[in-house]
């Protein structure tokens, strides 16, 4: 992994058969699950990931082809992300035994305190539904922890720009650091506990940030929370403890009520590939995005990210836009449990 991270940033690419492959190197972290002897698996209707990968020439992959001193900004951020991920990847060893499966309040405190203190943003709990699982994939545990980073307004601001697509390299690797730090607590007070991977994982984390009541899916299919907008990454951490304090109720909906009058995102989306109201898939979720029209642009212009960085709630922030909001009575309402 570090090897092909080097290809990509210092060479360029490498080879044809080197250059830059996010699938491939989430694939690679997958592999872990061959440990386990049972994983919890996906429902029959669940939908593979998303692919990354848009098979576009190294000279139209923007983070093949950065120059010398962008080179030396990315490395700090990449290499530890890589790092990191790794050493979430070795905890799916197989070889964990939990000793505990309830959590008392003294100790969930300590892991918020913690989690808090590496610069989570916001932490809640789910039981993952099997619709939530992708498709060949599956998770050692049926419940998770789900937290978010922010991302800093200035540089998101800027998309598509280097400057946005180092700030959202910077947040994966937080996340990634946090993932493990976690983890590893929770290991040692005898629960399972399993990170997310942080560039994309087993299960749809947005899908997971709604469910637990972080905040709502937007049009553009990313989580709007207080606080951030849609300014954060997010990520999860599966385990075994059973008496989480989970939310049943959502109190954010009224967001796709303000989507629905907004648009921003979708007028505001250089290759049109955001619908101008999501569309059912067939098997009861919503898409956002027209996968394919997103991807090569994304690939082509630093991670895009111009959704993100219009969006008002990332702008003006949560609050602002619910204290102006009068409401939409004819807005329609869904759910939206959709990849981005």
């Known amino acids: 992994m570090f ?14 058969q080197n250059a830059p492959s996010l699938d491939r190197l989430l694939e690679g972290m997958d592999k872990h699950l061959e440990n386990f002897d049972t994983l919890i698996q996906p429902a029959p209707e669940s939908k593979p990931r998303t692919p990354f990968d848009a098979h576009l020439p190294k000279e139209q992959m923007s983070l093949a082809n950065l120059n010398p001193r962008q080179k030396l900004r990315v490395i700090p951020k990449a290499l530890p992300l890589i790092f990191n991920m790794q050493r979430a990847a ?7 035994r ?18 808090f203190k590496a610069g989570v943003k916001d932490i809640k709990y789910v039981k993952v539904p099997r619709n939530a699982i992708f498709q060949g994939k599956g998770i050692p545990c049926e419940y998770a922890i789900v937290y978010t980073v922010e991302m800093d307004k200035a540089p998101i601001s800027t998309s598509p720009s280097f400057e946005s697509q180092l700030e959202v390299m910077r947040g994966y690797k937080n996340m990634a650091v946090i993932g493990t730090k976690l983890a590893r607590f929770l290991q040692h007070q005898g629960f399972a506990a399993y990170p997310g991977t942080a560039l994309g994982g087993l299960t749809d984390y947005v899908h997971l940030g709604e469910l637990a009541g972080l905040g709502a899916i937007g049009y553009h299919g990313l989580l709007i929370t207080p606080g951030q907008g849609a300014r954060l990454r997010i990520n999860t951490i599966y385990t075994n403890i059973s008496n989480l304090p989970i939310t049943t109720t959502n109190e954010h909906g009224w967001v796709r009520d303000f989507c629905a009058m907004c648009r921003k995102c979708v007028r505001s989306c250089p290759v049109d590939a955001i619908y101008d109201q999501p569309q059912p898939r067939g098997d009861g979720g919503m898409q956002c995005i027209e996968h394919r029209t997103c991807r090569e642009y994304f690939t ?9 960085a219009v969006c008002p709630f990332s702008q003006v922030g949560y609050d602002a836009v619910k204290t102006r909001f009068k409401g939409n009575l004819t807005a329609p309402k869904f759910q939206i449990p959709t990849t981005t």
């Open 98 to 115: 939990a000793a505990r499966s309830e959590v008392t309040p003294d100790v969930l405190a300590q892991l918020e305190a913690l989690a």
């Open 3 to 16: 090897k092909q991270m080097f290809n990509m940033i210092i060479r360029g690419g490498g080879s044809e």
């Open 90 to 96: 070795r905890m799916y060893d197989g070889k964990f």
């Open 300 to 308: 082509q212009h630093y991670g895009c990210a111009v959704c993100l």
